[in-house]
């Protein structure tokens, strides 16, 4: 059973940083795609990042260099660094899984309970 356990979310205010983390467990494929998504109340979920078993590495257009996705495979563990943060950076992050890479678009299969990050002006 595929498990993920996002970790590092908290009150900060503008221009702060914050490390987000995700354990992952029971994900054993050698070929995956994984993320960072997040959903501020009333708005559509959002892909912040992504991911991928050859390295590959995507970013969205809203994140302007402030942040780094990263991942530690000897621990299973996905990592966001946000920095610069601004108070429309507040949402509910979520880590995300996929069994394939991340070429040609992804639709994560797996994902984690969240972890809030507010930033405050």
């Known amino acids: 059973q595929v498990q993920l356990a996002e970790s590092g979310g908290g009150s900060v205010q503008s221009g702060g940083s914050l490390r987000l983390s995700c354990v992952a467990s029971?994900?054993?494929?050698?070929?995956?795609?994984m993320g960072w998504f997040r959903q501020a109340p009333g708005k559509k979920r959002e892909e912040v990042a992504e991911?991928?078993?050859?390295?590959?590495?995507k970013y969205a257009d809203f994140v302007e260099g402030r942040h780094t996705i990263s991942q530690d495979n000897a621990n299973n563990t996905l990592y966001l660094q946000m920095n610069t943060l601004k108070p429309e950076d507040t949402a509910m992050y979520y880590c995300a899984a996929f069994y394939d890479d991340c070429s040609g678009g992804w639709s994560p299969s797996f994902w984690g309970q969240g972890t809030q990050v507010t930033v405050s002006s």
């Open positions: 991911i991928d078993s050859r390295g590959r590495i």
């Open positions: 029971g994900f054993t494929y050698s070929t995956y795609c």
